[in-house]
């Protein structure tokens, strides 16, 4: 009797300590949801950026002990994740567990490493500009439901700003300046918000009132304070060459540094600025008349706008026509608007919203120029032209379809949570970049040869963002510097180009990642077709693209099993 009750014993312990053990997938899984619900918890405004909305009351806590309790946290999580085995897991676990990796090292980078808190004013003015205007553009609830957190989130205002002024150690001149243009547009959207509020919710209209005046005051304060706090060096935006490199190998798991990267963006530029002159010398000594056209003198701001949601649709009819990929019958709308008022001072051309990937109503905002509401006979025979010509199909390629929208929704429906967070930016550049040329080769534009000028234009530019990003971050350049070599190398009008250089000096490794991860995906393209031979399909290899996830690329050759 004792031997069978042993035996019963021996056999319940094992079966005890079976169930008390987590499989390493469902461990890496636990540990997922745990690193993600950290960052939304830290980072509440990208928690809006992704479509959760939990936390849509608050702003990140820069004070120091969260810092501290945060950085903390972060090397608790790396620590979980090295004890994980990846030769215990399934590839696209072990992909994840790579996903996770990076994600945390980022986190910590920014928190510790590069200290983003302690040099930038412009991460806390677009904190509290950007975390009340994704609450503002999403469609998840009602206004009235919206609003009570956008509210919440003006009341918060004072309180980061008054972060900044402790955390701020002599930031950059350029970063100042930046920050100056973001707070004027701040201001003017916190009171057009509150007009809007009173319009649609009035029992909210007092108390919004009140908390956009002491947002707006603390906006106004927090100026005064950065004219009066001492610069750094004009250089110190950058984050230098180690914290360059670690981007590389970290976020985009490349296996060269940033001295490699630029020999690759200065070869680049010599082959695409050569191709660029020589068809543009090309397409001028074999100009064709251009026939004239009968314009009508009858266009209208509604005209154009309907003309912009028309050109969407035909693009996405077009792939779906020619089997250029897939596109799930229920995909979310993209809508062409125009830019906010209180954004235009930021976009300047068009640009493109997305919803966030989890969010649950998918529908992305195309902005394009502002349409004036009459328009003078100049005006109406430029819109109609562009119509007649199609003007407006290169931007959708790009911004739409196949381009960012797509690859936005697309992302939400990955069931893998842990990829649907992932935003690399090789990925999502690179991807948009890539259709620009590959719609050209698929016989998008026609005849018509000016568009394969653009195509090139498009990549020239994007090298020359390459040798931008990496010598003004590696402390190679001046901002004069690269403001001077990109308008002479692009024969560019400078005031542009500073635009551009300064938003560059905000973003290490950005500029990089549309040209680089264009080429990422060629390689996989090709060695796809390579290993497929006869099988191979554009379309299949569209779709498996954009069904993976906004991973690295580079993640892709090991998942797809390819050498």
């Known amino acids: ?180 243009d973001l707070i004027q547009t701040g201001i003017d959207f916190y009171r057009s918000l509150v007009t809007e509020i009173k319009d649609t919710t009035p029992e909210l209209s007092s108390e919004a009132d009140a908390a956009a005046r002491r947002a707006i005051g603390a906006m106004i304060d927090f100026q005064k304070f950065l004219k009066r706090l001492p610069a750094g060096p004009p250089e110190s935006f950058a984050i230098g060459k180690e914290e360059f490199d670690y981007k590389l190998k970290n976020e985009y798991f490349f296996d060269f540094d940033s001295d490699s990267l630029l020999k690759i963006g200065e070869s680049l530029f010599q082959q695409y600025d050569s191709l660029y002159r020589d068809y543009e010398l090309y397409l001028d000594s074999n100009r064709t008349p251009v026939d004239s056209i009968f314009v009508l003198d009858c266009v209208t701001k509604d005209d154009m706008l309907n003309y912009y949601n028309w050109e969407i649709e035909q693009t996405k009819l077009y792939l779906t026509e020619k089997e250029i990929l897939t596109i799930p019958p229920d995909i979310g709308s993209c809508t062409a608007i125009e830019t906010p008022v209180f954004l235009r001072n930021i976009i300047s051309s068009i640009a493109y919203q997305d919803p966030g990937p989890f969010n649950p109503v998918q529908t992305g905002l195309f902005y394009v120029r502002p349409i004036p509401d009459s328009l003078d006979e100049g005006q109406r025979a430029a819109y109609f032209k562009f119509i007649n010509r199609r003007g407006f199909k290169g931007s959708v390629v790009h911004e739409a379809y196949p381009g960012h929208h797509l690859q936005f929704m697309m992302s939400a429906l990955v069931p893998d949570d842990i990829r649907r967070w992932q935003a690399n930016n090789c990925y999502i550049e690179g991807w948009a970049l890539y259709c620009e040329e590959m719609m050209y080769n698929q016989g998008f534009y026609g005849n018509d040869q000016r568009r394969y000028l653009s195509v090139l234009g498009g990549i020239r530019f994007r090298a020359a963002r390459i040798i931008a990003d990496v010598k003004l971050h590696t402390r190679q350049w001046t901002i004069d510097q690269t403001v001077s070599w990109m308008a002479d190398a692009l024969d560019s009008d400078s005031e542009f180009v500073r635009v551009e250089v300064n938003r560059y000096t905000l973003s290490p490794t950005v500029q990089m990642s549309y040209l680089m991860g264009k080429l990422d995906i060629m390689k996989l393209r090709d060695a796809l077709r390579t290993a497929e031979g006869d099988a191979f399909s554009l379309r299949n290899f569209h779709d498996r693209y954009l069904s993976a996830g906004m991973v690295p690329p580079r993640l892709l050759w090991e998942e797809w099993n390819l050498k």
């Open 1 to 180: 009797m004792k031997k069978i009750i042993f035996v019963l014993l021996l056999i319940i312990l094992t079966y005890a300590s079976g169930f008390g053990q987590r499989s390493p997938q469902s461990t890496l899984m636990q540990l997922g949801f745990d690193i993600m619900e950290n960052l939304q918890k830290f980072y509440p405004v990208l928690a809006t950026s992704k479509g959760i909305h939990k936390y849509d009351f608050l702003f990140t806590d820069y004070s120091a002990k969260s810092i501290r309790t945060e950085i903390g946290l972060l090397k608790k999580f790396r620590s979980r994740l090295n004890q994980i085995k990846e030769a215990d897991l399934a590839i696209n676990d072990r992909i994840d567990l790579k996903l996770l990796r990076s994600n945390v090292e980022a986190a910590l980078q920014d928190l510790e490493r590069i200290k983003w808190h302690e040099k930038s004013p412009y991460l806390y003015v677009d904190n509290a500009v950007t975390g009340i205007y994704l609450i503002y553009i999403s469609q998840h609830a009602p206004l009235s439901e919206r609003a009570q957190n956008m509210i919440a989130r003006m009341k918060l205002v004072p309180d980061l700003l008054a972060q900044a002024k402790l955390n701020l150690k002599r930031p950059a001149p350029s970063n100042i300046q930046i920050s100056f």
